[in-house]
């Protein structure tokens, strides 16, 4: 078995499976199964806070699974709350997504 092989298995059987890392949220009105990591944003930004104007959210997803794909600037709705796309990447079927929401007070 090739490694490439065994990367596809293991996004499928333990990445975004949900009895693994995988959850079930609603995107653009569709069910699907991904996770959300906000500790990696931390990690790239090299804080633990973020601030506003900074991305708010990290997702991974099977492309597959996304509605149509965006572009930075575009919106989206994760869980009925609108947040805009600042990147969409794609590496071996699976979308990374950062996204940041407009919050004012």
Known sequence: MSLKTNILEDIDNVFL??????EEHTIDNKK????????ALKIRS????LSVSESTLLL????????TR???????????????????????????VVLHQNVSY
């Open 60 to 67: 991974f997803a099977k492309e597959s699974e996304l509605p």
């Open 17 to 22: 499976d949900m009895d693994g890392f995988g």
């Open 70 to 96: 965006k572009v930075a600037g575009d919106n989206i709705l994760i869980d009925g709350r609108p947040y805009i796309v600042d990147d969409w990447k794609v590496n071996f079927g699976v979308a990374e």
């Open 32 to 39: 699907v199964v991904c996770v959300i990591d906000d500790d």
């Open 46 to 49: 090299g804080s633990n806070e």
